[in-house]
């Protein structure tokens, strides 16, 4: 173990929820966090030690947070890599940057899944609407969806492209920006998979969980995942791989695709915790979160063990404003991020309701 790990201090790019949920978990381990965000008042300041509220690319500012910890990690994808390039001649930032540049863009995204033999949905980079009509025509289909290939979260940025669209308008609505077009997959459910290494190279996991999402947000996870054992099985083993391909030292996320045929295909890779691993705060004796902040600390990361089924769901917008109902059940809890503002599709809070559990985990 590390030497001076009775007295660590960890950094944390971004302040919002997870950003929260992780420094809350540090302060069980005794690692004191400072956030380094842009945003005033944010979620992760309510808990942190410290808070510098300045923009990723002021350099003199990020050489004050480097002095002032021992380890850096990031709560979310949008990053600049220049920044965590930069903070990386301070100190060590996990994951490190290639992670963060494959997850910051889908075509470096799905082209690093595919090399290493991970199928995810087919995919092409059209560079205007007459490439789409021909790779329609190619995949013998009639239907896809056009993302951004970056800044994409919960659904923004992206457009069902079907029979009855005007292709040239749609064109038009993404202006320059690249995209990326995906076939459409008729999936039975989704499901995703957390897993938190360390510099030992240790490794374990949360998951699968089913995934359900509404308006393009997740809206409820149930774990354990009511599907075959043998997919349980794939997807672990899928995430494995890719965490070892990319000698993760931090925690990942994989989202995927279970089709009515039983195969498994990689939606989208998250180089963090993910709000499908919320119920593992309350349902495991290791959280996503603290096993996030000792991989990130050269802590060895602990199996999760969780004890309970669980069945999580978010509170969006207005639904924080009604949550008297979930403070007096038994093995109900209820996690409120503080947010000042509510704001319709934003992520307010969640409620994990834990169950007898009902099968082994998977590792
Ligand atoms: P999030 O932030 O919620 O992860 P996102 O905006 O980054 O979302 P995706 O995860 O790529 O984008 O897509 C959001 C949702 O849209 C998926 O969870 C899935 O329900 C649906 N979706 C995306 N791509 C496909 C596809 N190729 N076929 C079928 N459904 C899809
Ligand atoms: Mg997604």
Redesign the pocket.
């Known amino acids: 173990m590390n030497e001076i790990s009775q007295n660590i201090t960890l950094g944390i790019l971004g302040g919002g929820q997870l950003g929260q949920m992780s420094a809350i978990a540090a302060s069980k381990l005794g690692i004191k966090t400072i956030i380094y965000t842009p945003e005033q008042d944010s979620p992760a300041a309510q808990v942190a030690e410290k808070t510098i509220v300045a923009s990723y690319d002021d350099e003199d500012e990020l050489k004050l947070f480097a002095q002032s910890v021992d380890y850096i990690t990031y709560e979310f994808e949008n990053i600049p890599v220049k920044t965590v390039r930069y903070l990386n001649t301070l100190k060590p930032v996990y994951p490190d940057e290639r992670l963060l540049e494959v997850s910051q863009d889908?075509i470096a995204e799905k082209k690093f899944l595919n090399d290493i033999g991970i199928p995810t949905?087919r995919w092409s980079h059209p560079k205007s609407p007459q490439d789409i009509t021909n790779t329609l025509k190619k995949w013998g289909v009639n239907q896809?969806?056009l993302?951004t290939t970056r800044f994409?979260?919960?659904?923004?940025?992206?457009a069902r492209l079907t029979r009855d669209t005007n292709l040239e308008a749609l064109w038009s609505e993404f202006k320059e920006t690249p995209i990326i077009m995906?076939?459409?997959?008729?999936?039975e459910c989704?499901i995703s998979v957390i897993v938190a290494r360390d510099r030992n190279k240790h490794i374990v996991n949360y998951g699968p969980m089913l995934?359900v999402?509404k308006h393009?947000?997740?809206d409820k996870t149930t774990v354990p995942a009511p599907i075959h054992n043998h997919l349980a099985q794939n997807a672990i083993k899928t995430i494995k791989k890719l965490a070892e391909q990319l000698d993760l030292k931090g925690i990942l996320t994989l989202?995927l695709?279970v089709t009515r045929d039983n195969q498994i295909f990689a939606?989208?890779i998250?180089p963090r915790t993910h709000?499908s691993g919320h119920w593992s705060i309350d349902a495991c004796e290791h959280s996503q979160f603290e096993n996030h902040v000792r991989a990130v600390c050269d802590l060895p990361v602990l199996a999760p063990n969780r004890h309970s089924d669980a069945l999580m769901f978010n509170l969006i917008g207005d639904d924080i404003t009604n949550i008297a109902q979930y403070q007096n059940q038994p093995n109900t809890h209820l996690h409120n991020y503080g947010k000042h503002d509510i704001k319709e599709g934003r992520k307010m809070g969640h409620v994990t309701i834990l169950k007898e559990k009902t099968q082994k985990e998977q590792s």
Request: with cysteine.
């Open positions: 889908r949905t896809c969806i993302k994409g979260y919960d659904g923004k940025g992206q995906e076939e459409i997959i008729n999936f989704e995934n999402h393009h947000i997740l989202e695709f939606n989208e998250a709000n």
